[in-house]
């Protein structure tokens, strides 16, 4: 009874740290996609794929967001046609390179100004990488949900698929993948940028123009925006809240604690702890001062670096973008990038 009610508690303290910021980045991609012209916005994206993935994870700066609320603004720039490095870099980056992160973490680790600045350029270095990696992926039909890839700007359109049982590889797919843009929901599409509007029965946009509406009825439609997106991710961030706070209750600390001592399982433990307690990228620092005086530094760092670019909850958003296999792909490469400058630090300089 005891563990339920703590598991209880990690579960309500989780929804309470995240949905603000989930409310947060869902307003912000309502606001981008009713008040920004998309393409002015695409067309000033560096082209260059390196520095545009650089500059994605910049963003953050401007639009602070942690790990919950980046995933709509992700998806909205997806949509509207923003380059894949930009859209990636924001993604992984955002949570972490953002003012209200950076002054947290100072709050944090005002003893320690290394692991702030560290911390800003291992998430600035690692989100570039990957960015530029995921750049070569000019066709994104095969990495992104097939309901999303429907409506995104500029992006070739798929190979032709054979038919199997009678049925073309389209039908297939209707009848087994979520239709996550529903009613209430909207894209930008149409003739002169005009938003269109989802029609849930037809399957079809159907335009709902804004030009020359009233700053009123804009301000109704963001919310009605935001209510739609919101009721979507909130449901898979309410589940993996729950699967996150069930580990932390079966996870011993006296365990995590006994492991903390040697350079290179310090770092695995925390790159799993990251992945495991999946903490707000706003508190997570206070999170890793409790382990600073048995953890090394390289592997605080570890925690802070990977935690906010994927964690149960993140992954659990991300299945609203990119297909199991894309998920797994950045998985994997922000987990070996973090694990190789992290382990350089514990080996080489703390």
Wanted: charged share 15%.
């Amino acid at each position: 009874m005891n563990q339920l009610n703590n598991g209880f508690t990690l579960f309500l303290s989780l929804l309470v740290e995240a949905m603000p910021f989930l409310l947060l980045g869902v307003l912000f991609s309502s606001l981008l996609l009713f008040f920004v012209d998309e393409r002015k916005l695409v067309e000033k994206m560096p082209k260059n794929p390196l520095l545009g993935a650089l500059v994605g994870s910049m963003i953050g700066l401007l639009f602070p967001v942690c790990e919950c609320g980046n995933v709509p603004v992700a998806r909205r720039f997806l949509i509207q046609g923003v380059p894949t490095p930009v859209a990636i870099g924001f993604l992984l980056a955002a949570p972490t390179i953002n003012p209200v992160v950076i002054w947290a973490t100072w709050t944090a680790f005002r003893d320690q100004p290394e692991i702030v600045v560290l911390r800003v350029v291992f998430s600035l270095t690692i989100a570039t990488i990957i960015g530029y990696v995921f750049s070569f992926q000019k066709d994104l039909n095969p990495i992104v949900q097939p309901a999303i890839a429907r409506y995104m700007k500029f992006n070739p359109p798929a190979q032709p698929q054979t038919k199997r049982r009678g049925k073309p590889y389209e039908a297939q797919q209707e009848e087994t993948v979520p239709n996550l843009l529903q009613s209430g929901t909207y894209i930008l599409g149409g003739k002169a940028g005009i938003p269109l509007r989802i029609d849930p029965n037809l399957a079809l946009p159907t335009s709902v123009s804004t030009a020359d509406k009233p700053l009123a009825a804009k301000l109704r439609l963001v919310v009605d925006n935001s209510i739609q997106e919101l009721r979507e991710l909130g449901g898979v961030m309410i589940l993996g809240s729950a699967i996150a706070a069930t580990i932390q209750v079966l996870a011993p600390r006296e365990l995590v604690l006994s492991l903390g001592a040697g350079p290179i399982t310090s770092i695995v433990v925390m790159l799993i702890l990251a992945v495991i307690v999946s903490i707000c990228s706003t508190v997570d620092s206070f999170f890793a001062l409790s382990f600073a005086s048995t953890f090394s530094s390289g592997s605080l760092l570890a925690f802070l670096v990977f935690g906010p670019m994927i964690d149960i909850k993140s992954v659990g958003l991300m299945l609203s973008i990119f297909k199991p296999k894309t998920i797994f792909y950045l998985f994997a490469l922000a987990a070996q990038l973090t694990f190789v400058f992290t382990l350089f630090l514990n080996l080489h300089v703390f």
